[in-house]
């Protein structure tokens, strides 16, 4: 069964554009709501979101098709993505829905699905809604219609579990931290976990009014992060994106550290502590082929999946693995979460900074990475740019030119409408001239 609406990570588009208009949402939470409505028990779902302005249009849309289908309604507010896959397990719901966009600018929005279990839903899942959705979908009797209610402690709830999943013996005293929250679904709850566990919090990025989450903040920009550790000598910077599930880590000397480094920490800690499940780490085929070195110089696995956390979360469901995660700071460990959760990865590094003594700097260059370059080629809607004979000439020549040395990889955006242009090689000068030529192929046929 195929997907259209549905790409790697849910519904996504610019808000009032197809599929962001409040009627598609409407008719996706009617059919979302037929498919999970298996039975005669009280079925609800709750429904999260992060600080975008469209959060309050999209989240009405979702309440009027789930409970025209007689599904009650759980409004949690903004909270981070992974609070919604808690609080759907906590609260025994039937389904969560996540309204963000994640690191996309403020005039994009997206949907994405979270089943009973709190794990984000199939393929096959999303495959039987999109099928619904072009049916006439069955509404409740009028005596049957769901209700809405607000949950005014969801953020709450949430931040008291995020503590239990750090060291009980340890506290953050003496650690200046900087979080930059993106203003986004972190605002509140990401300064607040720190400051409970004892830290000295200066955060950034937490006044949202609607249209500045992601914007020149957060885990996708952490110049500012970076600016305010120098200036106030704080000894780690943590950066969110705008719906909390991606972490990216500033040192304390202004050097930002990827999701590859955070993985590969806390992977050698797991394995000397003979916590790591299956002896392996489950990434996409994003991450650096430095990491893949170092874990195997350690005797450890790399499981590689394609791009797309719910992919990394499906490997790792499959092959029972607890860590997994991407290059982009996505970190899942479902010891603790069903999903990426930047608030909960920060903590297990923060544990390691604290039981070792010594600087960021020093615990978060686990790897040397391979020289790795990513270009992102914007193209028209409705083109296929990889499909023209040029750009497919243009990789040949250089996968032939890179050889053993490095490794390409080419690849359309599941969430814009990017080509993503991406080379590894130890022979950096090489890598740059295959890159530029791929690039200014994909430009042409876009």
């Known amino acids: 069964m195929s997907r259209s609406l549905f790409g790697t990570d849910g519904v996504r588009g610019r808000t009032n554009t197809h ?24 079925h609800r779902v709750v429904i999260g979101k992060d600080t975008r302005l469209s959060g309050y249009m999209l989240e009405n849309a979702l309440t009027s098709g789930f409970t025209s289908t007689g599904m009650s309604v759980f409004l949690l507010g903004p909270v981070p993505t992974p609070a919604v ?57 009028p005596q049957n219609i769901g209700r809405a209610k607000r949950i005014d402690d969801s953020g709450s709830r949430y931040v008291e579990y995020v503590k239990t999943t750090f060291p009980r013996q340890l506290r953050l005293d003496g650690l200046r931290i900087v979080v930059d929250c993106a203003h986004g679904a ?115 696995g790399l499981e590689r999946t394609k791009v797309g956390d719910r992919y990394v979360v499906e490997k790792m469901r499959e092959g029972e693995f607890n860590l997994g995660g991407e290059q982009s700071g996505h970190v899942v460990m479902t010891d603790y979460a069903t999903t990426g959760d930047g608030l909960v990865a920060a903590l297990q590094v923060l544990a390691a900074l604290i039981e070792s003594d010594r600087k960021a700097s020093e615990i978060l260059r686990v790897f040397d990475p391979i020289p790795q370059v990513l270009h992102n080629v914007r193209y028209t809607q409705g083109s296929e740019p990889l499909a023209a004979d040029a750009v497919q000439q243009a990789i040949e020549d250089g996968e032939k030119a890179l050889g053993s040395s490095g490794r390409l990889l080419i690849r359309k955006s599941g969430t814009e409408p990017l080509i993503r242009v991406m080379g590894e090689s130890e022979d950096h000068g090489k890598l740059m001239e295959v890159i530029d030529n791929i690039r200014s192929a994909v430009e042409k046929a876009s």
């Open 19 to 42: 599929p962001m208009t409040a009627e598609v949402v409407m008719r996706l939470a009617a059919a979302a709501g037929r498919y999970f409505r298996r039975d005669q028990h009280d």
């Open 85 to 141: 896959g808690f609080l759907t397990r906590s609260m025994r719901a039937d389904v969560g829905v996540m309204i963000s966009a994640s690191h996309n600018p403020a005039e994009d929005n997206g949907i994405k699905f979270f089943g009973p279990d709190g794990f984000k839903l199939s393929d096959d899942a999303e495959a039987e809604i999109e099928r619904i959705m072009s049916t006439d979908i069955a509404l409740a009797q």
């Open 186 to 300: 972190a605002h509140r709850v990401g300064p607040a976990i720190l400051w409970e566990l004892g830290a000295d919090v200066i955060p950034i990025g937490t006044s949202p009014n609607g249209l500045n989450i992601n914007d020149k903040c957060g885990s996708t920009h952490p110049e500012a992060a970076a600016a305010k550790v120098r200036e106030t000598r704080a000894d780690i910077g943590i950066c969110l994106d705008g719906d909390a599930d991606r972490l990216i880590l500033i040192d304390e000397t202004g050097e930002q550290v990827d999701g590859d480094q955070i993985m590969g920490l806390i992977a050698t800690r797991w394995a000397a502590e003979g916590r790591l499940a299956g002896n392996a780490l489950v990434a996409t085929v994003m991450s650096n082929l430095g990491l893949e070195r170092h874990l195997n110089d350690t005797g450890i």
